[in-house]
C-alpha cells in the first residue's frame, strides 16, 4: 500500500497563490492515478482535480479551472497543486488520493488511499 503526505497549506489572503504537494512513499507514486480533494467545515469531502499516472491527463472541476494545476513528479514521488487567485470559498482540508485507474478517480471521484490532509484558510 502507498503512504501519502500532504504540505504546503497555510493561512493566505484572497488572491495569492499556494502550492500543495503530497509525497508518496519511495518509487509508489507512478502506480497510480492521483487525486486531490478537499473538505470545507460542514461538507463532505469533494473532488477537485485528477491526473492520470504519466501526466498526460488531467481533468479539474469547473470552480477551480483557469486558477488551480495539477501536476505531478514521479522521480520524486510527488503530487502538487498549484493554486493561484485563490478565493474564500477555497478554504478547505486538502487531501490527496490514490487510486488504481484514472477512469474510476474522475469519474467515480473517489481514491483508494489517502493522505492526512493539508489545511487552506483564504481570508477576505
Known amino acids: 500500500q502507498v503512504q501519502l503526505v500532504e504540505s504546503g497549506g497555510g493561512s493566505v489572503q484572497a488572491g495569492a497563490s499556494l502550492r500543495l504537494s503530497c509525497v508518496a512513499s519511495?518509487?509508489?507514486?507512478?502506480?497510480?492515478?492521483m487525486g486531490w480533494f478537499r473538505q470545507a467545515p460542514g461538507q463532505e469531502r469533494a473532488f477537485v482535480a485528477a491526473?492520470?499516472?504519466?501526466?498526460?491527463?488531467?481533468i479539474l472541476v469547473d470552480s477551480v479551472k483557469g486558477r488551480f494545476t495539477i501536476s505531478r513528479d514521479n522521480r520524486e514521488d510527488t503530487l502538487y497543486l498549484q493554486m493561484n487567485s485563490v478565493k474564500p470559498e477555497d478554504t478547505a482540508i486538502y487531501y490527496c488520493?490514490?487510486?488504481?485507474?484514472?477512469?474510476?478517480?474522475?469519474?467515480?471521484?473517489?481514491?483508494?488511499?489517502w493522505g492526512q490532509g493539508t489545511q487552506v484558510t483564504v481570508s477576505s
Open positions: 488520493g490514490a487510486a488504481y485507474s484514472f477512469n474510476e478517480l474522475k469519474s467515480l471521484k473517489r481514491a483508494n488511499y
Open positions: 519511495q518509487g509508489t507514486l507512478s502506480l497510480y492515478a
Open positions: 491526473i492520470n499516472r504519466d501526466g498526460q491527463s488531467t
